[in-house]
C-alpha cells in the first residue's frame, strides 16, 4: 500500500511537471509575440520590413522567427493531452525513474515538424509580398485572393485526408499504442509522427492567419481555440464542421463583395 500511494505521488508529480512546462512554453511564446508586435506597431509597420523589396538575411531569419514562436504557442496547447500521456505510458512501459527526457524528445520532435512548416510559411509570406497580395499589415491584399482561402480551408475540413489525421489527433492513447518505439531515439521519432498527423489536420488553418493578419494576436489566438476545441473536446469533430460551414459561407461572401 505505501508502495503504491509512492508511485501515484510520483506519477501526480510528473503530470505536473509536464504540464507546467507546457503552459510555461506557451505562455512565454505568446508574450514573445506579444512585444513583437507592440515593437512593429511602434515602428509604423507590423510587418517590419518594407513591402515589395527583396528581404535581407536578418529580415528572413526574423521572419521565421515569428513563425517558428507563432507555431510553438498556437500548437503546444492542443499537443498537450497527448505530451502528458505519454509521459504517464514511457514511466509505464520502460519503468523509469525519470520520463522527462524521453518526454522532451517527443516533444522537441513533434514542434521541430511545426518549425520546417515555419519555413514554408516564410517563404509564402515573403512570395506574397513580392507578388503584392500582401499588405504591410500582414494580410491578404486581394479579396478573391482571401475569399477563396477561406473557402479551400472550409473544403479541406471535409476531405478524407483531414479526417485521417484528425483522428490520429483526437486519439493520443490509440496513436501511441500503435506507433510506441523505446528509448530517446524513439521518443522523438514518435514525435515527429504525431506532429506531421496534427500538420495534416491544421495546416489549412495556420493559411488563415494571413486573412486576419499574421500578427493579430487576437485572430491568431481564435485560430489555436478553434484547434484544440477540434482535437480534444467531445464536441470536435462537430465544432469542425460548423466552423467549415461558416468558412465557406464566409468566403463566398468576401468573393462577392469583391
Not at 508511485?7 to 507546467?20: A, H, M
Not at 500548437?75 to 520502460?94: F, Q
Not at 511545426?114 to 491584399?141: D, R
Amino acid at each position: 500500500m505505501a508502495v503504491d500511494i509512492v508511485t501515484e505521488k510520483i506519477l501526480k508529480r510528473d503530470w505536473l511537471i509536464t504540464l507546467g512546462g507546457s503552459i510555461a512554453i506557451t505562455a512565454l511564446a505568446w508574450v514573445y509575440l506579444r512585444r513583437l508586435a507592440v515593437a512593429m506597431n511602434d515602428m509604423g509597420s507590423l510587418s517590419g520590413m518594407a513591402h515589395l523589396r527583396p528581404w535581407t538575411a536578418t529580415e528572413a531569419w526574423l521572419t521565421f522567427v515569428m513563425w517558428a514562436v507563432m507555431m510553438i504557442a498556437m500548437m503546444t496547447p492542443s499537443a498537450t493531452p497527448v505530451i502528458l500521456l505519454y509521459a504517464r505510458a514511457c514511466r509505464g512501459r520502460n519503468n523509469e525513474r525519470q520520463p522527462f527526457a524521453p518526454t522532451g524528445a517527443f516533444f522537441t520532435g513533434y514542434i521541430a515538424v511545426w518549425i520546417v512548416f515555419s519555413l514554408i510559411m516564410t517563404a509564402l509570406q515573403w512570395g506574397l509580398e513580392q507578388a503584392a497580395l500582401l499588405s504591410p499589415t500582414m494580410t491578404s491584399a486581394s479579396p478573391v485572393l482571401g475569399g477563396l482561402t477561406l473557402i479551400a480551408a472550409g473544403v479541406y475540413q471535409w476531405l478524407p485526408a483531414k479526417n485521417v489525421c484528425l483522428g490520429h489527433c483526437r486519439s493520443p492513447i490509440q496513436f501511441l499504442s500503435t506507433h510506441w518505439q523505446p528509448g530517446i531515439p524513439g521518443a522523438f521519432r514518435m514525435g515527429l509522427e504525431h506532429g506531421a498527423y496534427c500538420l495534416g489536420c491544421c495546416w489549412v488553418l495556420m493559411i488563415l492567419l494571413f486573412i486576419g493578419g499574421v500578427m493579430n494576436l487576437s485572430w491568431a489566438a481564435a485560430v489555436a481555440i478553434f484547434v484544440l476545441v477540434e482535437k480534444a473536446a467531445p464536441f470536435g469533430r462537430a465544432a469542425g464542421q460548423i466552423g467549415s460551414i461558416l468558412l465557406i459561407v464566409g468566403g463566398i461572401a468576401v468573393v462577392g463583395g469583391a
